[in-house]
């Protein structure tokens, strides 16, 4: 397993494995490939499933089951750890991906929320904050 640890806001495990987008496609694809290790909490993994019952998505339970477990198949579980020396999110519900990052010693956080991407500058001695199109570039220049 790579070295190279990121942290997914929910937002971008949509795109990946709901979406199939095709901007975070080869993010997908190095996860798969093992050459990029996501990491979770019992949180994000909780938030993950949660997400997955909203009526805007329109999935049965037999689909959100496969999702759940396609992520948590690709995602490593880390144990909970509150940081206090991290800026705080606007969302307090985004807060568990920067404690997360920071505790896991994750390179990236990839984000699509606006919020979490505007704190890249005060998290960069930590870790990057990156867009799906970002990471995918990122990912490209890392010796993985």
């Known amino acids: ?3 190279t ?3 997914l806001d929910t937002n971008v495990v949509l795109d990946l494995l709901h979406y199939d987008d095709a901007v975070a496609r080869p993010l997908l ?4 490939a093992g050459h990029v290790c ?3 909490t019992r949180a994000t993994l909780d938030e993950w499933r949660r997400v997955l019952t909203y009526p805007a998505f329109g999935l049965d339970s037999a689909r959100q089951a496969a999702l759940y477990a396609r992520y948590q198949a690709l995602a490593v579980l880390e144990p909970a750890v509150a940081a206090t020396d991290l800026p705080h999110c606007r969302d307090p519900d985004d807060q568990k991906f920067f404690e997360l990052a920071a505790a896991a010693d994750a390179q990236g956080l990839v984000s699509k929320d606006r919020a979490v991407l505007r704190l ?3 998290c960069a001695s930590r870790f990057r904050i990156m ?5 995918v570039r990122w990912l490209a ?3 993985v």
């Open 1 to 3: 397993m790579s070295e």
């Open 131 to 135: 867009s799906p199109a970002e990471a």
């Open 120 to 122: 890249h500058r005060r």
């Open 141 to 143: 220049g890392v010796s």
């Open 38 to 40: 996501c990491v979770a």
């Open 29 to 32: 694809h190095a996860l798969e």
């Open 5 to 7: 640890r990121v942290v």
